[in-house]
Structures are given as structure tokens and as C-alpha cells.
């Protein structure tokens, strides 16, 4: 069972914000409630736009790498792009390496492969690139902590400049010709949420600017938009602006890759942010999972239709194939951990022998979420143990490993999220440790998952109208989901409807006879324990969206969670 957590609303405020602004007493205490109670905030989170954009001067370092380029460019240097393998990542490359193709630089790419390689610089591709006659390199979403590649580099006289986005360690900054990244400790940037394609879009504009081609720059906005989105990044601020322009351009792109993977990524022409989360981001974060992240950059730069199908076909595949194998391993991990006493535990720790390293972030998420613990996920290859952490509300994960730092061979993260390497005789240690840490931070009651409610809605009140008005509110995602209402008194007709053997569809009423649809994905397992039964009433925990059915638009209820009334 979940708490359904209501958000208490001033209504004396509300109902004054909303004759100041003109908005719906709703949007107002929606916008109250997420932080946009005065008019001038509120005015600007209902309208971002390009304008909103940072000057990207006043990122540090900013100009030392501008400079450092257009040297670069002066003496004929070859420039590498080194990003890393995720969509961030691979989006970076393709921006950084657009805009220094339009300032006449020429540059390669490399971007490490997930398992042989792993995150971040290393030695060995750098001395390569150094072989090869390039004299400068520049991350994209990736830099900030490796220290020993960057020293090896500046020794044999290779420049890095460094662009990431990610929290630097306390030793410092690694001795890089520039360190363009918004959360270094002396970065006075405005807005710290940036994605590293948000980063290395900023160096793009520095560099478009100078060569007077600063009109070319929003057209970048709709690659930045979805790794901004793919990163699962705060869609406030500055974020909030790239992405809506971004997405505003997004169905009319001439770009063959991006037009390709729309294509078979099967979207309609007015995409949303859950779009780009949902069906674009995971066919190309396939590539680094299940292969090469490299086929991302040559989709985007491809310059042929045919074979940017081609390629948007294959990253499709790998999709197919990812999801697959992430359903087999989350299975496995969650019987391991059921069987094991998962449901009496604190900290969810389960491995197992060659599990795909690709998945391994994504089963440990889906393994959290169903029991509502933090979880490691561990695959064992070659007498080493990968693992994947992914944490809960209330948990800082990253604290929890530093009580266990003598186990790993190497680790790291943050709150939410890590990765680290650790020997299978020390797994059994590392369970026991961290559930005694755990115990200590999670209490009994953390241990039921929360809905955040944002506001009861009459029944009479659901209409499309509702969706509509909501729009306004969108982009959505991270730091701004998607509203979620409460709605009582509905009596389900008949017994639901199965689809693909795991969602289910609901017909339900009011008191007043008024007709409501609703969808519960993965309603099959989540409503076991329901009995869910026609003639009964219920209260839905809800989100309101549209639903187009052979050109009929009809008002769907998105079902988070079921009560008895």
C-alpha cells in the first residue's frame, strides 16, 4: 500500500494570486505550491523562452577555452571530442563538434566504450589520439575528477579542455587548460543544473558568438533538449527554456538522424518532454548499454536518409534487445532478493554471474521502486563484481558506501545513484554493513512508498479542459512532474480490461452517471492485493491526459494508486 501524501494550499493565497495573474485558482495553486507564487516568477515559468538563456561568458574558464580553440583553429590543430557514452554525453559530441565545424576547426571524436574502457579520460586512448597529431582535446560530460589522464596528457604536451557538468572532489581540479563546468566550487554560473550537452551547447555559443554566427545557435537547442531531458536533469531555469524551445523545433528538423529516429521511435508531431524521455532517449542510450555509443554521433551527422534509417533501425533493435534482457535480470534480482529475505531488509544488495553490465543501472532501479529500499545490483565477470546503485527518498546513498569504502576496489556517486567495483567475497560484508547503516537512517515508515497528491478534483471539474488548461504548465519532468489529483466516488462498471497480460483499462462512473476511462500500467501486479470488483467504489490517485483514438480525443485517467472508498 502507498501514503498518499496531500499538498496542504493556502486557498486565501490562492484564490488572491489568481485575480492578480488572471490564472485558474488550479494553475495558481499549482504554481504556488512548486515555487512560483509572485507574478513575476510565475509569468516566467508560464513562458520561457530563448532570452532566458545565461550570457555563457559567465561560466569560469569559458574564455581561456574559446581562446584555446580558435588557436587551435588558427595553427591547423586537430581538435578531439571525447564524450562520454550516455545520451548526454553522445548529444555533446554532436553539438561541440557542429559548431566547430562552422568555425573551421577540424576535429574527430571518441567515445569509450561502456565495458572496455569505462567512464571517463584514460591513458591509453589518449596516447593514441597523441599518435594520431591531436594536440587538444575537450570532454563533453566527463573530466572533472580524472586527474592522472589530464596529468598525462599535460606532459606530453596534449591540452585538455574540460566541460562536464558533474560535482568535483575535494582535492581540487585536475591541472586541465580550462574547466568550463558550472558546479565547480569557484563557478559564479547562475543556474547549476546545466546537462553536460548544456555545458558543452554553452561552449558551442561562445564560439558561434565570436565568429558572428550567434543566429545559428537556437537551432542546436533541439539535440540539447533531449540529453538535457535524457539526463533526467531539473526541467527549472535555464533547462526549462532550452527544452520547450527546443521541442518547439524539434518536428520540423532537417537533420536525417534526428528525423529518422523520430520515425521509429514512432512520435506525433507535437512532442513533449515524456516523449523524449519514453521513446527517444531509450533507443539511443541502447547504443552505450548494448554496443557502441558511437553509433549516436554517426546517426546525427549522417548525411544520408537511407542510412540514417539504417542506423535509427539499428539503435531500435538494441532498444528491443535492452529491454529484454533489463526484464530478465530485473526478475532474476528480484527473487534473489524476495528469496533472500528481501522484504525484512533495509538496503537490497543481490548479484549475479554474468549479468549484462548495460542493465544492470536499470534493474537496480526497477528493484528499488518495487520494494521501496535502496538497492546494488551486481554482475560477476572474470572474479569482479560490477554493481549498480540506485537509492530512495530519505537516503543518501553515497554516505552509506563510505561506511563500506574499505570493500570496493573503486567507487562513486551521489545521493541517488553509484557505481562501483567489489570482489564477490566481500558482497556478503558489504550487505550486512550496509543494512545496519540503513536501519539506523530509514525508519519503519520509510519503508511504505509516498504519492504526492497536489489537489482533490470533483469529478464534475475532469474534462478536457482539465489537460488543456495543464499544458501550460509543460515541460514536465524532473523538478516539475506532471500534476497528480485525487478523485473519489467512482464506481468501476465492469471488471477490467487486461491489456498485454500486465496493464489494465477501467469504465467508471459518479454518482452522476458521468463516464470516466482509465489506464493502469502494470495495474495486473500492482492491484493484486485490490480485488479490484465491478459495482465497487473507489478513489483514484491520478494524472489527467489526452487520449486520440482514430481521431477521437477523449479525457484518460493515468492511474498511480487505488483506494477503497
Not at 479490484?532 to 492511474?559: C, D, F, H, K, M
Request: hydrophobic share 40%; net charge negative; glycine share 8%.
Amino acid at each position: 500500500m502507498k501514503r498518499w501524501n496531500f499538498i496542504e494550499h493556502d486557498m486565501e493565497r490562492v484564490e488572491a494570486f489568481s485575480k492578480e495573474t488572471g490564472l485558474s485558482r488550479l494553475i495558481a495553486a499549482l504554481l504556488i505550491a512548486r515555487g512560483y507564487g509572485d507574478p513575476d516568477s510565475a509569468q516566467k515559468f508560464l513562458n520561457p523562452s530563448y532570452e532566458d538563456l545565461h550570457d555563457p561568458y559567465l561560466l569560469k574558464d569559458m574564455d581561456r577555452a574559446v581562446k584555446r580553440i580558435f588557436r587551435a583553429v588558427e595553427d591547423r590543430e586537430k581538435i578531439l571530442v571525447w564524450g562520454d557514452y550516455d545520451v548526454d554525453g553522445t548529444t555533446g559530441t554532436v553539438v561541440l563538434r557542429k559548431a566547430l565545424e562552422m568555425i573551421g576547426a577540424e576535429s574527430g571524436y571518441h567515445v569509450p566504450h561502456r565495458f572496455t574502457e569505462g567512464y571517463g579520460l584514460n591513458i591509453p586512448a589518449l596516447e593514441n589520439a597523441r599518435n594520431e597529431g591531436y594536440k587538444l582535446v575537450i570532454t563533453v560530460d566527463c573530466g572533472s575528477t580524472s586527474f592522472e589522464p589530464i596529468s598525462w596528457a599535460k606532459e606530453n604536451d596534449v591540452d585538455v579542455i574540460v566541460t562536464d557538468h558533474h560535482l568535483t572532489k575535494d582535492e581540487g581540479l585536475p591541472e586541465a587548460f580550462a574547466v568550463v563546468n558550472p558546479n565547480r566550487p569557484d563557478c559564479g554560473y547562475p543556474d547549476k543544473h546545466l546537462a553536460g550537452v548544456g555545458v558543452a551547447f554553452k561552449l558551442a555559443h561562445a564560439l558561434l558568438r565570436e565568429r558572428g554566427r550567434e543566429s545559428a545557435v537556437p537551432h542546436f537547442l533541439k539535440v540539447v533538449a533531449i540529453g538535457t531531458i535524457a539526463d533526467v536533469m531539473m526541467l527549472t531555469g535555464e533547462n526549462r527554456a532550452i527544452v520547450t524551445a527546443g521541442l518547439n523545433e524539434i518536428s520540423s528538423t532537417v537533420n536525417y538522424g534526428l528525423k529518422a529516429l523520430i520515425e521509429v521511435a514512432d512520435c506525433r508531431d507535437e512532442m513533449t518532454a515524456l516523449d523524449i524521455g519514453f521513446r527517444v532517449a531509450p533507443r539511443i542510450n541502447a547504443a552505450g548499454r548494448m554496443d557502441a555509443a558511437r553509433h549516436v554521433v554517426e546517426l546525427f551527422e549522417s548525411e544520408d536518409f537511407g542510412e540514417a534509417r539504417k542506423l535509427a533501425e539499428y539503435l531500435n533493435r538494441k532498444n528491443i534487445e535492452r529491454q529484454k534482457l533489463q526484464k530478465t535480470i530485473t526478475e532474476k534480482a528480484l527473487h534473489s532478493a524476495l528469496e533472500n529475505g528481501g522484504a525484512d531488509s533495509r538496503f537490497i544488495v543481490v548479484y549475479g554471474e554474468g549479468w549484462h553490465r548495460g542493465v544492470i543501472g536499470l534493474a537496480a532501479s526497477k528493484v528499488a521502486e518495487k520494494l521501496h529500499r535502496p538497492s546494488i545490483v551486481i554482475s560477476v565477470e572474470d572474479g569482479m563484481g560490477h554493481g549498480s546503485a540506485r537509492s530512495v527518498s530519505g537516503y543518501h546513498l553515497l554516505k552509506g558506501l563510505d561506511t563500506c569504502s574499505d570493500l570496493f576496489e573503486t567507487y562513486g556517486g551521489h545521493a541517488a545513484a553509484a557505481g562501483m567495483q567489489i570482489r564477490p567475497e566481500n558482497i556478503e560484508e558489504l550487505s550486512d554493513r550496509l543494512n545496519r547503516h540503513a536501519a539506523q537512517e530509514i525508519s519503519q515508515d520509510d519503508l511504505i512508498p509516498e504519492i504526492r497528491i497536489d489537489a482533490p478534483v470533483s469529478s464534475a471539474t475532469l474534462g478536457l479542459e482539465l489537460t488543456k488548461e495543464l499544458k501550460n504548465l509543460e515541460p514536465f519532468g524532473q523538478g516539475n512532474p506532471k500534476p497528480v489529483f485525487a478523485t473519489g466516488g467512482l464506481t468501476l462498471v465492469d471488471e477490467p480490461w487486461v491489456m498485454k497480460e500486465k496493464h489494465l483499462k477501467l469504465k467508471l462512473r459518479d454518482d452522476d452517471g458521468r463516464p470516466f476511462e482509465a489506464v493502469w500500467w502494470d495495474g495486473v501486479e500492482r492491484s493484486a492485493e485490490l480485488e479490484l470488483r465491478s459495482g465497487q467504489e473507489y478513489e483514484l490517485a491520478y494524472t489527467p491526459e489526452e487520449n486520440t483514438w482514430r481521431g477521437v480525443t477523449r479525457l484518460q485517467l493515468n492511474i498511480k494508486d487505488i483506494k477503497h472508498k
